[in-house]
C-alpha cells in the first residue's frame, strides 16, 4: 500500500514538473542571433553589416515581434581568423546566451564554430562559407548550410567551361579551407568530364599582388586559369590579370566564385564575360526584386545584396519559423534545427524546397555571364542568364555523402 502509494506521489509529481517545464518552455519566447561576420576585410562588402541588415530585415518579416517575442540580433568581428570567430561565438554562447550564429564567410572560421555549437547545443546557420566539408565530413545535428557550397560552384561553372572546349586548367587559390575545398571539387568535375589540370598555385589570404602568381598561370598554357578565391582576392586578380593580358593572350579567366559586389566593383568593361554560378541574383524575379529594393535602402554602401546576404536572410527566417512551430523557444540547438529540416522550407527568395539530413538547402543554381556594357540597362543590371541548374544536381546527392547523419 505504502509502495503504491509512493510510485502514484511520484507520478504525480513527474507530471507536475513536466507540465511546469512545457508551460515555461511554451511561454519562452525570446532568441538571440549572433552575426558572425568579415566587417572590415575582403569579405565585407559581400557579407559583413549587410548581413546584419538582412538578418534584422528577417527578424521583422517573421512577424513574430508582433506576437510579443524578443529577438536580438548582434553583430560581431571574425577577422577571417578561426581562434578569434571561436573566442567571439563563446562569450556570445557562455555569457550572453546567443542561440544562433549565422553568416561566418570564410570556411576556417565556420568550420570551427562548427565544432563549437555542436559541443554547446547551440546552432551554425551558415551562409557565408563554401566548404562543402560542412555538409559532408565535418556535419552534425546543429549546423545548416544554407546558400552554396564548393560543389555546387564547381558543378556549375568547372563542368560548363571544361565542356565548352575549356579541358585545361590551372587555379589560383586562397591557401586556406575554402579555397583547397574549391580547387579539390573543380579538380574532380574537371577530370570527370575530359579535363586535365597542368597546375596551380596558392596565394595569401587577402592578397594585394598576383604578380607572381599570374605569371606561373601564364606561363602553364592552360586554356582556363581558374580563380579559387573570393571577395577582394577574386577582384585583384581579375584586375591585375587583365594588365598582364591573360585574356587578349587567348587564356580564359574562371571566377569560381563571383559575387556582384565584385563585378560592382570591376566595372563591366573589365568583368564582362566572366561565367560564374549563384543561387540568388536580385532581378530573377518580382519578389526578388521587391525584397532587394527593400535591402538596398537600408544598406550602407546602398548596394544591391549578394547570395549570401540573401540567404541570411532566408536561413534566418526558417529558423524563426521552426521556433514558432515549436510553441517557443527550447534553447535546445539539435532540437532546433531538427524542426527546421521537419518543415518544408518556403521564402520569397529562394522559394520552395528541402532541408536535407545532412544539413543541406536544397535550391536551384543559376549559370551566369557579365554582361558588355553596352548590354546593361542601368545600375546594377549586370547578369545575363545563361542556365539553370536543377536543385538536385546543385548539392552532392546523399548516397556519395561522407555525412554521419546520413542514413545509407
Known amino acids: ?36 561576420t568579415d566587417m572590415s576585410s575582403l569579405y565585407a562588402d559581400i557579407n559583413g553589416p549587410g548581413a546584419v541588415v538582412a538578418i534584422k530585415m528577417a527578424v521583422e518579416d517573421s512577424g513574430l515581434l508582433a506576437k510579443g517575442w524578443k529577438i536580438d540580433v548582434l553583430g560581431g568581428d571574425h577577422q577571417n581568423k578561426p581562434d578569434v570567430g571561436v573566442n567571439v561565438a563563446r562569450q556570445w554562447i557562455d555569457t550572453e546566451k546567443v542561440d544562433v550564429i549565422s553568416d561566418t564567410p570564410n570556411s576556417g572560421v565556420a568550420l570551427a564554430i562548427s565544432n563549437l555549437v555542436k559541443e554547446k547545443n547551440a546552432i551554425l546557420l551558415n551562409s557565408g562559407a563554401a566548404s562543402a566539408d560542412l555538409t559532408g565530413k565535418a556535419c552534425n545535428a546543429n549546423t545548416i548550410s544554407y546558400t552554396y557550397d564548393t560543389y555546387m560552384l564547381a558543378n556549375g561553372t568547372g ?16 591557401d586556406y579551407a575554402f579555397g583547397a575545398a574549391l580547387e579539390r571539387d573543380t579538380t574532380a568535375v574537371v577530370t570527370a568530364n575530359g579535363g586535365k589540370v597542368l597546375g596551380g598555385v596558392k596565394h595569401p589570404l587577402n592578397t594585394s599582388d598576383f604578380s607572381s602568381f599570374l605569371l606561373q598561370a601564364q606561363n602553364s598554357k592552360a586554356k582556363i586559369v581558374g580563380l579559387a578565391n573570393a571577395g577582394g582576392d577574386t577582384t585583384n586578380s581579375i584586375k591585375q590579370a587583365s594588365e598582364f593580358g591573360i585574356v587578349e593572350g587567348g587564356q580564359k579567366l574562371a571566377a569560381l566564385l563571383l559575387f556582384i559586389n565584385d563585378v560592382h566593383s570591376l566595372g563591366l568593361k573589365t568583368a564582362h564575360g566572366l561565367t560564374f554560378t549563384e543561387s540568388f ?30 540567404g541570411n536572410y532566408a536561413a534566418v527566417r526558417h529558423y524563426l519559423k521552426a521556433l514558432e512551430a515549436l510553441g517557443g523557444n527550447p534553447h535546445d540547438g539539435a532540437k532546433v534545427v531538427a524542426k527546421m529540416k521537419e518543415l518544408p522550407t518556403d521564402d520569397p527568395l529562394f522559394g520552395k524546397g528541402p532541408l ?53
Not at 560548363?160 to 586562397?174: P, R, S
Not at 538596398?296 to 546576404?309: D, F, G, I, L, V
Not at 545575363?384 to 552532392?396: F, G, N, Q, R
Open 159 to 174: 563542368k560548363a567551361l571544361t565542356k565548352a572546349g575549356g579541358d585545361t586548367w590551372f587555379f589560383l587559390t586562397a
Open 1 to 36: 500500500m505504502t509502495t503504491t502509494f509512493a510510485r502514484r506521489s511520484a507520478a504525480l509529481l513527474a507530471f507536475a514538473a513536466f507540465g511546469f517545464s512545457s508551460s515555461a518552455y511554451a511561454q519562452d519566447k525570446t532568441a538571440k542571433i549572433g552575426v558572425l
Open 281 to 310: 541574383y536580385w532581378d530573377l524575379n518580382d519578389d526578388t526584386r521587391a525584397w532587394s529594393a527593400r535591402f538596398q535602402e537600408r544598406a550602407a554602401n546602398k548596394a544591391k545584396p549578394s547570395m549570401t546576404q540573401a
Open 356 to 408: 536535407r539530413e545532412d544539413g543541406r538547402r536544397l535550391i536551384p543554381a543559376y549559370l551566369f555571364e557579365v554582361k558588355k556594357p553596352e548590354e546593361s540597362k542601368g545600375p546594377w543590371d549586370y547578369y545575363k542568364l545563361i542556365a539553370t541548374i536543377p536543385a538536385e544536381d546543385a548539392a552532392k546527392p546523399l548516397k556519395d555523402s561522407d555525412c554521419p547523419l546520413v542514413k545509407k
